[in-house]
């Protein structure tokens, strides 16, 4: 029996696979119609203990758009879980239902967890503060439209960089590509963890820290904008505090390069103004659609369709 591949963290795929990937989504966009009945008789479980729009909206998108079905439940209170199920017997039961699983938790480690107990390939929709692989590959299909390239560019990526998973993910990402510097902009608090920084300067890339998104805003190609984790923070104080560090206008823009890319994973909170939604820089939207093609182009690889 052939091993079942999972994707847990970013790095579970490489450098060429990532690149296999972004292959298929561009020919999905190119050619839709050859791939909707690709998955046909084939069924996606979308366990999702923690909420979420984007990721599974596109995963339930994609799966529909390949010809194949979906199940599964969109909070724990909804599942057995609530009558007290463990992670793992849930995965069993998913396993019995459905040929590939999405799964998100508030616990880190979760869906790694779960892909122990799985006779079918699991994907890791965001694990607490952790990571949030198919958001990175969203972001990096949404890089390679926009750019034409995985490197040789300036990226800041200013919010939570403490709490936020995706931040996490693409760091993760990207470090396997050449000829990116990294302007980090986050309060003090919402720093990035010590282990991250320590990657960074291991990696040996350029980098630094600044306080100020309107100091950092002109040297950047890429802003990679993030809500501030309310759902991660101890104290509410602490959250009210720190809600609001960096709002993003259309103001702020005049000194930025006119072919800066303006990215955010989504749910925006008060981050990113109305009126930066109309100028041609802003990627967000787009970004949520890149999301739904390249999970589209993930499950046929899981599956072994591609
Ligand atoms: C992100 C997440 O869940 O980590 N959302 C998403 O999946 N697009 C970002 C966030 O919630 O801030």
Not at 9 to 18: K, P
Not at 27 to 52: M, V
Request: hydrophobic residues 40%; glycine residues 6%.
């Amino acid at each position: 029996m052939s091993e079942i591949k999972n994707l847990i963290n970013i790095t579970d795929l490489s450098v060429q696979e990532i690149d296999h990937l972004i292959e298929i989504a561009d020919d999905i966009i190119e050619h839709p119609e050859q791939y909707w009945d690709a998955c046909a008789h084939k069924k996606l479980a979308t366990l999702f203990f923690e909420p979420s729009t984007r990721t599974r909206l596109s995963f339930t998108a994609a799966m529909m758009e390949l010809g194949g079905n979906v199940l599964g439940f969109d909070q724990a209170a909804s599942s057995s879980t609530a009558k007290g199920e463990s992670v793992a017997d849930t995965i069993v039961m998913a396993s019995c239902y459905a040929d590939i699983i999405a799964m998100r938790h508030p616990k880190e480690g979760a869906p790694y967890v779960g892909a122990q107990y799985a006779s079918v390939p699991v994907i890791n929709a965001g694990d607490g503060g952790h990571f949030h692989p198919t958001q990175t590959l969203t972001d990096l299909m949404t890089i390679h439209r926009k750019k034409g390239k995985l490197g040789g560019f300036t990226i800041g990526l200013c919010g939570d960089l403490k709490f936020g998973r995706t931040v996490h993910s693409l760091i993760d990402a990207l470090l396997r590509y050449d000829d990116i510097r990294y302007v980090m902009v986050s309060p003090e608090e919402l720093e990035l963890p010590d282990y991250i920084k320590e990657t960074l300067n291991k990696a040996g890339v350029e980098w630094k820290e600044v306080r100020s998104l309107d100091e950092a805003i002109p040297e950047l190609d890429i802003l990679y904008m993030t809500r501030v984790q309310k759902e991660r923070f101890f104290n509410e104080e602490d959250y009210i505090r720190l809600k609001d560090s960096f709002i993003l206008s259309r103001k702020m823009l005049a000194p930025a390069k006119e072919d800066l890319s303006i990215l955010h994973p989504l749910p925006r909170v008060n981050e990113i103004a109305k009126d930066v939604d109309d100028d041609p820089r802003a990627c967000y939207f787009y970004q949520a659609l890149m999301g739904k093609y390249i999970r589209m182009a993930l499950i046929l690889y899981l599956l072994g369709m591609k």
